[in-house]
């Protein structure tokens, strides 16, 4: 604590990523980064990318890469708005479309940025229980309420919310935005993209962190009617007009256009992720129906925490939450083939040994 600090800085909790560790090698599964490296497109483009023309400031607008999305999902240019990943979407989404006064509403197990933004913003919120499979109560956002943001495939859960449970959330919240982070829909979710001509208050928000490939490039966009996007531009030009600078704005390019490459790297995460599901529960662990390119999973008789540690001392990195309702959870990020079987081994041994040393 600094006296030189402002009171938001001195009462802000910010938010903690997963840990990229520098000491050993890991097998790493802690912050569903993708196994497979980017498209070697978007390599070659950023190759490219790096000449003479960085000594000018990159296009504010973005025009080029909006193209591109705007082409690949079949919107207007006007329906696209792109941030230095999808957090800082997401951050000049808050400020954006919730005031302070209205309670905004989210799932209590979901992205922990979320009561971070919303604190920094000095907003309120109320947070939607999930069920006890973690699965989403629609009638929790059918209420008074000053807007509503929601993962969907969840983080951490990976549970996905069904189109017309959506549906209803946009139509209930007709004069409110209703914000759908797609962040993992990819991994064989069912994107809301195709609401956004029916639903003037539908904000999607996606990155190419997860599915692409690119978590180290920062490159994250929303889509949503033109005056939703005009609304983000005021306060992003309020803040920063450039964002995004010439290499990310060319890989991303290149990583859209490639979707043959995407989508292989995609289905063979899906695949992966039934494997290792199956492999999890033959050794007893109960596992949350994922539809991302993670899993929640526990087991019964071992305590998460505990198992995390011991992972952790195997060099296999996994994320875990200390926070009620999930303290008994690891959330696993897929990584390749190769990595996951090695994962499945050595978890099954020190399964085995925990369990027996209890008895
Ligand atoms: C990873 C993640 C993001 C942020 O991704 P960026 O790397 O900032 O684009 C946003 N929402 C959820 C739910 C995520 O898991």
Redesign the pocket.
Known sequence: MSKYWSEITKNIEPYVCGEQPKDKKYIKLN??ENPYPPSPKVIEAIKNAANEDLRLYPDPNCDELRETIAKYYKLDKKQVFI????????AFSFLTFFNQDEDIIFPDI??S?YPVYAKLYKLDYRLAKLKEDFSINVEDFLCENGGVII?NP???TGRTLDIEAIKRILEYNSNKVVII?E??VDFGGESVVKLIKDYSNLLV?Q????SRSL?GI???FALGQEELIDGLNRIKNSMNSYTVDRIAAKAAVAAIEDETYFKECASKIVNTRERVVEGLKKIGFEVIPSKANFIFASHPEINGEKLFLILRENGLLVRYFNKPRINNYLRITIGSEEEMGIFLEKLKMIVAEIISKDK
């Open positions: 912050t569903n941030g230095n990943g999808s957090d800082e979407v997401l979901s992205y940025f993962p969840n983080a951490p982070d962040a993992y928000v990155t190419l962190s997860k978590a920062r490159i994250g």
